[in-house]
């Protein structure tokens, strides 16, 4: 005698559980399994991402700061040199501006020019050295915000001015010499090893940005 339809909540073999039930021993759906973080989408599940996500703050560039790195003190110390020079050279300028007219005078005598000759070549003079110095500090801006090839004509202008002023040893002056040793000094400074690894680092740095 065959018995009656069984009941499905007795779960009869071969029988599905109803909806929203699942089998005893396996998670439900969007239910966390063991080990694994409640509220966390499984992979297979709506929401999860298959691809693992990048470690956030890693640096992928080798080893290259993303901002500007702390200057040595040799670049600080070395710049600064070159700036004391450039100082010492607007002093002198303006020292010549005092005494401006004995200034002309010696040259109209030995040169046989007018007086509007002699103030042509003056003020051309003024407006050249100025516009020099004006790009001098502009190399200098550039050095000290990292770009190595700044510092590489810094080192140029540099050795050109300490070649002339040995040649010209007889005749320094006392401004002269101070300068003469500002520009050694910050010729030795930018080649010593910390420079050239600050340097290096940045040129690296801005490559990868």
């Not at 018995?3 to 109803?18: I, K």
């Not at 702390?70 to 607007?90: D, H, M, Q, S, Y």
């Amino acid at each position: 005698m065959t018995s009656g339809p069984q009941d499905p909540q007795q779960g009869g073999y071969g029988q599905q559980p109803p909806y929203g039930q699942q089998p005893y021993g396996q998670p439900q759906y969007g239910q966390p399994q063991q080990g694994q973080p409640y509220g966390q989408p499984q992979y297979g599940q709506p929401g999860a991402n298959p691809y693992p996500a990048a470690p956030q703050g890693q640096d992928w560039g080798g080893g290259v700061p993303s901002a500007p790195t702390e200057r040595p003190t040799t670049v600080k110390a070395g710049i600064g040199a070159f700036l004391a020079n450039t100082v010492l050279g607007l002093l002198g300028l303006v020292l010549a501006f005092t005494d401006m007219n004995s200034y002309r005078a010696d040259l109209a005598s030995s040169s046989g020019l007018t007086t509007d000759e002699v103030d042509a070549v003056v003020g051309t003079t003024i407006a050249i050295t100025v516009l020099i110095m004006i790009a001098f500090l502009a190399v200098l801006w550039f050095a000290w915000q990292g770009r190595n090839w700044a510092r590489v004509v810094l080192w140029v202008l540099g050795g050109i001015n300490v070649l002339f002023g040995l040649l010209g040893a007889a005749a320094l002056t006392f401004l002269s010499t101070i300068s003469l040793l500002l520009i050694i000094v910050g010729i030795v400074l930018l080649a010593l090893k910390p420079s050239n690894d600050w340097y290096r680092a940045e040129a690296q740095r801005r490559r990868r940005v």
